[in-house]
T-cell receptor
Framework: DQQVKQNSPSLSVQEGRISILNCDYTNSMFDYFLWYKKYPAEGPTFLISISSIKDKNEDGRFTVFLNKSAKHLSLHIVPSQPGDSAVYFCAATTSGTYKYIFGTGTRLKVLA | GAGVSQSPRYKVAKRGQDVALRCDPISGHVSLFWYQQALGQGPEFLTYFQNEAQLDKSGLPSDRFFAERPEGSVSTLKIQRTQQEDSAVYLC??????????FGNGTRLTVT
């Protein structure tokens, strides 16, 4: 049973346009969500996070939106740049615990 | 400062061999995690240490897998009698206790 799902394995976007990556979760106990970015042959690096007390968190070109009723979050990248091409993982956890559940990732390709 | 360091980067083992994977976390990080990432999947939790105490090993796939962190810093993941299904990238992550995990670049294990 996959508690965190990223249903789009890949996404291609033109440079300068918006990239939208989606993530769904099933466990209503999750209250903290993170996005990680992974380049080939490297470990995932933290990108942005959001607590369930918020519905939006912004950091430069990256914005994460959380819809608790739909158990859905999305990562928006505006404007997209070729260096953003990577695999993006959504992760979820419950505060006070240590277990992070990761989605299967979405491979983003930004075309120059 | 130095990040999480894992060695070796690549390991090829013949089926039935034992392997040992090393993780040097960020200095001062209390929490240490091991994750397994199969091809095309997201990282999956294996085990968690707080200092030298292994608080959760529920993700270890079988009793062939063993992890230790005897002095609360460096950790070793050992796999005995490797099988082909053990082929994966093994990721180590550390954390100062906050929600954000800092990952190493992983060890790619191939069992032939």
């Amino acid at each position: 049973d996959q508690q965190v799902k990223q249903n789009s394995p890949s996404l291609s976007v033109q440079e300068g346009r918006i990239s939208i990556l989606n993530c769904d979760y099933t466990n209503s106990m999750f209250d903290y969500f993170l996005w990680y970015k992974k380049y080939p042959a490297e470990g995932p690096t933290f990108l942005i996070s959001i607590s369930s007390i918020k519905d939006k968190n912004e950091d430069g070109r990256f914005t994460v939106f959380l819809n608790k009723s739909a158990k859905h979050l999305s990562l928006h990248i505006v404007p997209s740049q070729p260096g953003d091409s990577a695999v993006y993982f959504c992760a979820a956890t419950t505060s006070g615990t240590y277990k992070y559940i990761f989605g299967t990732g979405t491979r983003l390709k930004v075309l120059a | 400062g130095a990040g999480v360091s894992q060695s070796p980067r690549y390991k090829v083992a013949k089926r039935g061999q034992d392997v040992a994977l090393r993780c040097d976390p960020i200095s001062g990080h209390v929490s240490l995690f091991w994750y397994q990432q199969a091809l095309g999947q997201g990282p999956e939790f294996l085990t968690y240490f707080q200092n030298e105490a292994q608080l959760d090993k529920s993700g270890l796939p079988s009793d062939r897998f063993f992890a230790e962190r005897p002095e609360g810093s460096v950790s070793t993941l050992k796999i005995q009698r490797t099988q082909q299904e053990d082929s994966a990238v093994y990721l180590c992550a550390s954390s100062p206790g906050s929600a954000r995990l800092h990952f190493g670049n992983g060890t790619r294990l191939t069992v032939t």
